[in-house]
């Protein structure tokens, strides 16, 4: 049977941590890390006679995701309890919104293969989280309810996403706009930001929805791609061999490469949601939405949009620019200094982004002051240093900390534009190498890199090249 047989459909519910101080209906402050079961109060621990009271941070973060998506904010949603018993849920309730979320009716678009595609966003609303457990070989199993009452954000996208890769993409947008706004810090590996997907193939040009499956819980952007290719194959293989698909709940199994089944999905009827008694409905007026709307930055994508224009950048160094908040403040304090953007962004792409993966560390922790990287740039450019020598300066910046000036002064790697003492070096080489000169003389031109790499190599990098170059044409004959 042709591939092309089904369409894939999928849908993102995303769980995003907001960075309120404290919980979302009680004065307990989260901590991740923090000792098991140190955070936690009678209310977040649901016990008798403990009322919620909602916490206003919380709601304008929430207002803030929607006003990113373009979504409309409801100006009255209603706060329902979600019915399960879990061991990690002390209250065996969840405080969700249910048909009356904050937002709805946005959009998100991500760039594909296929070029912009706009994803619907359904909803956005708030809830408080679960506690956590962990299985431990010989100790049995724990539970720690310190995140018991943490505000979360529920993203759910409407079902228009078609591949793993786009579902990545949607993904690491949403985490970028979450950061640029600074109500979630987007760790996928802590928690802060969590993904169910939904997934499930139709007849190619037919509106009817196929029976859905859930994975679950998933923690980065490989596992999300990775999960959804695993089912998508799984539920073909069987509708191509007229088999039914089960609505069924799985997770993903990183390791094994492979979906291990969780439990058969619940209906919403299941969890037998009611009004929640204890809170009122959530009202929010315009000023309080205008309020949330001046707290919004720069997005990424309009951040994009003005490199592009500003420095005149490619779509690709914006893009890699952009992804990270503090990247690319980090790169706009150099490119302003220096008044060089594509050197500027050249510097912070390779060097400094470097260094960031072999350090392991954020843009913030980041041990060379952009306007010290701009003075680097800087020195390089007006002929100072070599490139070479700018390079090795960088490094000693990184390991000390301190001022280009400083560390050139330290190490003695002004540039060499002394005519003079380039041609004595010059000369060495070239008796030193008399079998490459004939060879150059005979036309071998390519060699001319060989012997300014000898000059750099025996200067410590301190050579000007291109006086170098010219002494070595001079000297060889052109």
Same mark, same amino acid.
């Given at each position: 049977?042709?591939?092309?047989?089904?369409?894939?459909?999928?849908?993102?519910?995303?769980?995003?941590?907001?960075?309120?101080?404290?919980?979302?209906?009680?004065?307990?402050?989260?901590?991740?890390?923090?000792?098991?079961?140190?955070?936690?109060?009678?209310?977040?621990?649901?016990?008798?006679?403990?009322?919620?009271?909602?916490?206003?941070?919380?709601?304008?973060?929430?207002?803030?995701?929607?006003?990113?998506?373009?979504?409309?904010?409801?100006?009255?949603?209603?706060?329902?309890?979600?019915?399960?018993?879990?061991?990690?849920?002390?209250?065996?309730?969840?405080?969700?919104?249910?048909?009356?979320?904050?937002?709805?009716?946005?959009?998100?678009?991500?760039?594909?293969?296929?070029?912009?595609?706009?994803?619907?966003?359904?909803?956005?609303?708030?809830?408080?989280?679960?506690?956590?457990?962990?299985?431990?070989?010989?100790?049995?199993?724990?539970?720690?309810?310190?995140?018991?009452?943490?505000?979360?954000?529920?993203?759910?996208?409407?079902?228009?996403?078609?591949?793993?890769?786009?579902?990545?993409?949607?993904?690491?947008?949403?985490?970028?706009?979450?950061?640029?706004?600074?109500?979630?810090?987007?760790?996928?590996?802590?928690?802060?930001?969590?993904?169910?997907?939904?997934?499930?193939?139709?007849?190619?040009?037919?509106?009817?929805?196929?029976?859905?499956?859930?994975?679950?819980?998933?923690?980065?952007?490989?596992?999300?791609?990775?999960?959804?290719?695993?089912?998508?194959?799984?539920?073909?293989?069987?509708?191509?061999?007229?088999?039914?698909?089960?609505?069924?709940?799985?997770?993903?199994?990183?390791?094994?490469?492979?979906?291990?089944?969780?439990?058969?999905?619940?209906?919403?009827?299941?969890?037998?949601?009611?009004?929640?008694?204890?809170?009122?409905?959530?009202?929010?007026?315009?000023?309080?939405?205008?309020?949330?709307?001046?707290?919004?930055?720069?997005?990424?994508?309009?951040?994009?949009?003005?490199?592009?224009?500003?420095?005149?950048?490619?779509?690709?160094?914006?893009?890699?620019?952009?992804?990270?908040?503090?990247?690319?403040?980090?790169?706009?304090?150099?490119?302003?200094?220096?008044?060089?953007?594509?050197?500027?962004?050249?510097?912070?792409?390779?060097?400094?982004?470097?260094?960031?993966?072999?350090?392991?560390?954020?843009?913030?922790?980041?041990?060379?002051?952009?306007?010290?990287?701009?003075?680097? &740039? $800087?020195?390089?450019?007006?002929?100072? *240093? /070599?490139? +070479?020598?700018?390079? !090795?300066?960088?490094? =000693?910046? %990184?390991? @000390?900390?301190?001022?280009?000036?400083?560390? &050139? $002064?330290?190490?003695?790697?002004?540039? *060499? /534009?002394? +005519?003079?003492?380039? !041609?004595?070096?010059? =000369?060495? %080489?070239? @008796?030193?190498?008399?079998?490459?000169?004939?060879?150059?003389?005979?036309?071998?031109?390519?060699?001319?890199?060989?012997?300014?790499?000898?000059?750099?190599?025996?200067?410590?990098?301190?050579?000007?090249?291109?006086?170098?170059?010219?002494?070595?044409?001079?000297?060889?004959?052109?």
């Amino acid at each position: 049977m042709n591939e092309n047989s089904y369409e894939t459909v999928i849908g993102l519910e995303v769980h995003a941590q907001l960075l309120t101080e404290t919980k979302l209906f009680c004065s307990c402050r989260p901590e991740y890390g923090a000792d098991p079961n140190t955070r936690v109060c009678p209310v977040c621990m649901g016990l008798p006679g403990a009322l919620p009271v909602l916490n206003k941070e919380s709601v304008t973060m929430a207002i803030m995701m929607g006003l990113a998506l373009e979504c409309d904010i409801a100006p009255e949603s209603v706060f329902s309890r979600k019915n399960y018993f879990y061991p990690d849920c002390p209250k065996n309730y969840q405080i969700s919104m249910y048909d009356k979320p904050l937002c709805g009716n946005g959009s998100l678009k991500i760039e594909t293969d296929a070029g912009e595609r706009t994803i619907g966003v359904e909803r956005i609303h708030l809830e408080d989280d679960s506690g956590k457990m962990s299985h431990e070989t010989g100790r049995g199993s724990l539970v720690d309810f310190n995140r018991c009452g943490v505000p979360l954000i529920e993203i759910v996208s409407r079902p228009d996403i078609r591949t793993g890769g786009e579902a990545a993409e949607y993904l690491m947008r949403l985490q970028q706009i979450l950061r640029y706004l600074g109500i979630c810090d987007g760790n996928l590996e802590e928690g802060s930001m969590r993904c169910d997907v939904n997934i499930s193939l139709r007849r190619t040009g037919s509106g009817k929805l196929g029976t859905k499956t859930e994975i679950k819980n998933l923690n980065s952007f490989k596992a999300v791609q990775k999960g959804i290719e695993f089912e998508v194959e799984r539920q073909r293989s069987l509708l191509e061999r007229g088999k039914r698909v089960e609505q069924i709940t799985n997770l993903w199994d990183q390791d094994r490469g492979r979906l291990v089944m969780m439990r058969s999905k619940e209906e919403a009827h299941d969890y037998r949601y009611f009004p929640e008694p204890d809170l009122l409905p959530l009202e929010v007026q315009g000023e309080w939405i205008e309020q949330a709307r001046e707290m919004i930055p720069e997005l990424p994508i309009e951040r994009e949009r003005r490199f592009k224009n500003e420095y005149g950048l490619s779509s690709y160094d914006c893009g890699v620019l952009c992804a990270d908040k503090g990247v690319a403040d980090y790169f706009e304090i150099v490119a302003k200094t220096t008044g060089l953007a594509k050197k500027s962004s050249n510097w912070v792409m390779r060097e400094v982004m470097g260094e960031l993966n072999n350090l392991a560390c954020a843009i913030e922790d980041f041990p060379v002051y952009p306007e010290n990287l701009a003075k680097l &740039i $800087k020195l390089v450019q007006d002929g100072t *240093i /070599s490139g +070479s020598a700018g390079r !090795e300066v960088f490094e =000693e910046m %990184i390991k @000390s900390g301190g001022g280009p000036e400083e560390i &050139i $002064k330290r190490l003695g790697l002004e540039q *060499i /534009s002394n +005519s003079i003492e380039i !041609e004595s070096i010059i =000369e060495e %080489i070239i @008796s030193d190498h008399p079998d490459e000169v004939s060879r150059y003389r005979e036309g071998k031109k390519k060699l001319l890199g060989f012997f300014v790499g000898q000059v750099m190599k025996k200067s410590r990098g301190k050579a000007n090249p291109k006086l170098a170059r010219d002494i070595i044409i001079g000297k060889l004959g052109g």
